[in-house]
């Protein structure tokens, strides 16, 4: 089975495929003055198996695209969405985000937690600009700096996965650079990361590796999310997930 595979089988049957909230969604969702009562639309771009996309359905009178690359997450998505009783607010779409089939000025709010990375933060932002009503809200976490200065072992890490990783006054001027006013930062408290997204992760550890017949490909995977963890643990005080939303100049 090849890589991909593999992390899908990982990552699927959990909640939240990268860490966050339900209460830190709902926190940046009162960021944007949007009436509930008006319709509105959404696109939450990045969005895994859902949880982002069903909470703004259910709190917003939001139409929602939900856009992902992989399949089988919005798959999930979508009997999520029928469980909860909101699939007619849910529109999957199995998409780049580099590729965003939208047009101009199409939505309200554009949601991207955890994912905005995988474009590049200022690439995202000042590209998915263009969908966005004047007035709209960008709403996005990323990884952020929380000090000005950290340990090496940690910089280097960081350095070589991910070059644009910065403070949150750097992400916050991008923003500002980009057309955008910020209306809001915070960042994602530590139950975020351990008890939403790397305790559960560790509990599936055994089954994912019994269901791939203990491959070494599955190993590997299971090793370098044991590595992501400890140097999380290690030097949580230094990095972290920033909450930025910030408005679109009309
Ligand atoms: N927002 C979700 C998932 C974050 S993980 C959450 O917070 O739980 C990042 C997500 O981006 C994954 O679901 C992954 O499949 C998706 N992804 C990866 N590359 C992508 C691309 N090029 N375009 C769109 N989505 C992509």
Same mark, same amino acid.
């Given at each position: 089975m090849e890589n991909l595979s593999l992390l899908i089988d990982l990552h699927k &049957?959990?909640? +939240? @495929?990268?860490p966050g909230g339900d209460a830190e969604t709902r926190k940046a969702l009162q960021?944007? +003055?949007? =009436?509930?009562a008006r319709p509105i639309k959404v696109a939450d771009i990045g969005?895994?198996?859902?949880s982002s996309a069903l909470l703004i359905a259910n709190e917003l009178n939001a139409s929602v695209t939900a856009v992902d690359l992989l399949d089988p997450f919005l798959d999930i998505l979508k009997i999520r969405a029928e469980e909860t009783g909101l699939s007619g607010r849910i529109t999957t779409l199995s998409c780049s985000m580099d590729h965003l089939p939208f047009e101009d000025e199409e939505f309200d709010i554009l949601w991207s937690e955890g994912a905005i990375y995988i474009i590049g933060f200022e690439r995202g932002v000042r590209e998915w600009k @263009? !969908?966005?009503?004047?007035g709209g809200y960008l709403v996005v976490s990323e990884i952020t700096w929380l000090t000005g200065t950290r340990p090496s072992e940690l910089q280097k890490h960081w350095d070589h &996965? !991910?070059?644009?990783? =910065?403070?949150a006054s750097s992400k916050i001027s991008v923003l500002e650079n980009s057309g955008y006013s910020p209306a809001g930062y915070f960042t994602l408290p530590e139950y975020c990361w351990l008890d939403n997204y790397y305790n559960p992760m560790m509990k599936r550890f055994d089954a994912f590796l019994k269901r791939n017949g203990n491959s070494a490909e599955a190993k590997d995977i299971v090793e370098s999310e044991v590595k992501e963890i400890e140097l999380y643990k290690k030097y949580s005080e230094y990095v972290g997930y920033g909450f930025y939303i910030a408005r679109k100049h009309s």
């Open positions: &049957h959990a909640k +939240r @495929q990268g960021f944007c +003055r949007v =009436d509930p969005c895994g198996t859902g @263009q !969908y966005l009503k004047p &996965h !991910y070059s644009e990783i =910065d403070v």
